[in-house]
């Protein structure tokens, strides 16, 4: 059974970039897309992005300017980077399996990141 | 972008009800729609996937169905670990898009 867990800081400073990782156990990640996606308290679902583990990526054009999401094959582990954050990026970030045309079938718990001077 | 609009946004049902829950779509999406359960302070979870593939372990009270913008989710036989929110979620172009979700309580 394939798992997903997030860490990274859970506060940020506004204007800073936020910074997160996804470690992948119980499968390996060269073989999937792999998403971030983002939930802000008490509203719905974002896509943010996802990387094939060949490096290809798909971003939200929302957040195309600000986002960087990469893959580190040899650690089974993806990340996201996300600049410039404001108030407006408070939100539980989700790792996921899946992307492009596949739905999301695991899922890490979740972070709560806070936008916060 | 394609949205995706649910109906209702929230509902109240008895245990063994059957519930029914919409999700239209902007435009056609064909049969990539997904559909998501989320409990409170808990990440979804994939129930249905291309309008009507039951997950592998997902009871088979749950089962959707549907083509082009109009999908449904329907419980069979509403139980006590069902009262959860939630979403559909459209794969056909991106960006990806969910729609706004369905609360279901108990009544």
């Known amino acids: 059974q394939v798992q997903l867990q997030e860490s990274g800081p859970g506060l940020v400073k506004p204007s800073e970039t936020l910074s997160l990782t996804c470690t992948v156990s119980g499968g390996s990640i060269s073989s999937d897309y792999w998403s971030w996606i983002r939930q802000p308290p008490g509203k719905g679902l974002e896509w943010i992005g996802y990387i094939y583990y060949s490096g290809s990526t798909n971003y939200n054009p929302s957040l195309k300017s600000r986002v960087t999401i990469s893959v580190e094959t040899s650690k089974n582990q993806f990340s996201l980077k996300l600049s410039s954050v404001t108030a407006a990026d408070t939100a539980v970030y989700y790792c996921?399996?899946?992307?492009?045309?596949?739905?999301?079938?695991?899922w890490g718990q979740g972070t709560l990141v806070t936008v916060s001077s | 972008d394609i949205q995706m609009t649910q109906s209702p946004s929230s509902l109240s049902a008895y245990v063994g009800d059957r519930v029914t829950i919409t999700c239209r779509a902007s435009?056609?999406?064909?049969?990539?729609l997904n559909w998501y359960q989320q409990k409170p302070g808990k990440a979804p979870k994939l129930l249905i996937y291309a309008t009507s593939s039951l997950q592998s372990g997902v009871p088979s009270r749950f089962s959707g169905s549907g083509s082009g913008t109009d999908f449904t989710l329907t419980i069979s036989s509403l139980q006590p670990e069902d009262f959860a929110s939630y979403f559909c979620q459209q794969s056909y172009s991106t960006p990806w898009t969910f729609g706004q979700g369905t609360k279901v309580e108990i009544k």
């Open positions: 996921a399996s899946g992307g492009d045309y596949k739905p999301y079938d695991y």
């Open positions: 435009q056609s999406i064909t049969s990539f």
